[in-house]
């Protein structure tokens, strides 16, 4: 008699097992149906992208990206003075920026997780240790031709792949080898070049390249030099790149000045501007075709330029014919300075900090642009 009472109560047990089974499974299921329907009546509140690994912002160019390399070299053409840096966070800090704050890759970084300056390479404050989350080599007043950097004695943009050659060697030795070909090859590269070719150098008619080259023969030779840079950096490990296509040029508070009698911007230069973006985009969808491994991304600066000249509402701005440095028609770097009478209270409502180059409110906005082209077409 003991035996089946022992199998009903093994029965037993069983049934109670599975019941308490079944009723863990549907208290499950609901929890699970709750969580699901929570999150559709709350789409606003999806869950956040992963971030993007980019370990650096390395950056080429000119003075539009130049973090402060001009500090370090023989030229007249600095910004390391006030009121240039008059409204960096923290306080006025000229730093060798041609701006009233921070540039595009400054913003960039920032946005990407990293230090929200990008230091110069030839900044003394800074070692491998910040070079290996962010680094420019780009230099104030240089361009693709290297008669431009001839002008006012500053970095040729070959020199500035000879530092990023020697910033891999110290990279390796910093971080060792296959940490330094990974920050190499995942980070953002940012270049923005090609400006001084034209205004102080072609139709300045300083170097003698008016007289070698037409126009359109000029532009073809920049843009086989674009084409020598990238392969070259491609070489050496790049592998995301933006790189900006020339502003209406014409509509500098400069030249405008200088197109006075005529007023306005001067047309031929957007003319020219036009021309050698088309050709520069031509170039750049030849190379990444026969190169699988390199993304570049045109950054159409014309047309975002061009966007808030014409709706400049958009951005809060009321002026975008002149600088707000002294008169803002002619000055820059030296003649940008704390005596310049005239100098605006506010830049925030100006397109241009002098006469050549955007204030920190409208850098943020060519940031945030070339940040939305690294995620649509380079990341």
Known sequence: ??????RRRATALRQAAALMLA??????MCRCCRAR???????????????????????????????GNNNGIGTILKSNFPPYGRDMSGGPRPTGR????????????????????????????????????????????TG???????????????????????????????????????????????????????LE???????????????????????????????EIHRLGARRVTFAGLSPIGCLPLERTLNALRGGCIEEYNQVARDYNAKLLAMLRRLTAARPGLKVGYIN???????????PSTLGLENVEEGCCATGKVEMSYLCNDKSPGTCEDAGKYFFWDSFHPTEKVNQF??????????????
């Open 144 to 198: 693709l031709d290297n008669k431009t950097a001839g002008v006012l004695s500053v970095i040729p943009l070959w020199k500035e792949v000879e530092y990023f050659k020697e910033y891999k060697r110290r990279l390796r030795a910093h971080a060792g080898g296959g940490a330094a070909r990974r920050i190499v090859s995942d980070a953002l590269y940012v270049v923005s070049i090609g400006t001084n070719d034209f």
């Open 366 to 379: 060519f940031a945030k642009k070339t940040l939305e082209l690294f995620y649509e077409k380079v990341l």
């Open 201 to 231: 150098n072609y139709f300045l008619l300083v170097t003698g390249r008016f007289a070698q080259f037409t126009v359109a023969e000029f532009e073809d030779f920049l843009v086989a030099q674009a084409e020598w840079f990238l392969a």
């Open 1 to 6: 008699m003991a035996r089946p009472a022992a």
């Open 98 to 141: 041609f701006c009233n704050g921070r540039l595009p890759p400054d913003f960039i970084s920032e946005a990407l997780g990293l230090p929200p300056l990008v230091p110069a390479y030839l900044d003394p404050a800074y070692g491998i240790e910040d070079f290996a989350r962010g680094v420019c080599f780009a230099s104030a007043g």
């Open 301 to 311: 600066v014309y047309q975002n330029m061009l966007d808030l000249i014409t709706n």
């Open 37 to 67: 329907d929570a999150a559709a009546d709350n789409p606003s509140s999806p869950p956040a992208p992963p971030q993007p690994k980019v370990p650096a912002v390395i950056v080429f160019g000119d003075s539009t990206v130049d973090t």
């Open 23 to 28: 009723a863990l499974s549907f208290f499950c």
